[in-house]
């Protein structure tokens, strides 16, 4: 199972970070992703990371903004926020596939519920 913690309501310009705790199997061969959804939109791809290196990647808009992260010892995955835009409100979801990372929303197996960012003007 995967959990996901950390949205609110945030004015632009400001911080979030977002947690994603993984429980019920062992995710160290796992690549863990973070995608969301906004109003009337598609899911998309925000980042991914691979729980046995530090490899990540990010889609190109929130590249030099989020930073994606992993804690081991929690088997948690995190996803920091800055110099948020009011564009990035959605509900952001955690994700996790077995092997290398991948950006497609149909390669990952499982998926949290998702916790809602609101990014206010």
């Known amino acids: 199972q995967l959990q996901a913690s950390g949205g609110g309501l945030v004015q632009a310009g400001g911080s979030l970070r977002l947690s994603c705790a993984a429980s019920?199997?062992?995710?160290?061969?796992?690549?863990m992703a973070w995608f969301r959804q906004a109003p009337g939109k598609e899911r998309e791809f925000v980042a991914a990371?691979?729980?046995?290196?530090?490899?990540?990647y990010y889609a190109d808009s929130m590249k030099g903004r989020f930073t994606i992260s992993r804690d081991n010892a929690k088997n948690t995955v995190y996803l920091q926020m800055n110099s948020l835009k009011p564009e990035d409100t959605a509900v952001y979801y955690c994700?996790?596939?077995?092997?290398?990372?991948?950006?497609?929303?149909?390669?990952?197996?499982?998926w949290g519920q998702g916790t809602l960012v609101t990014v206010s003007s």
């Open positions: 990371i691979m729980w046995s290196v530090s490899n990540t």
């Open positions: 019920g199997r062992t995710f160290s061969s796992y690549t």
């Open positions: 994700a996790a596939r077995t092997g290398g990372i991948g950006s497609q929303v149909r390669e990952y197996t499982y």
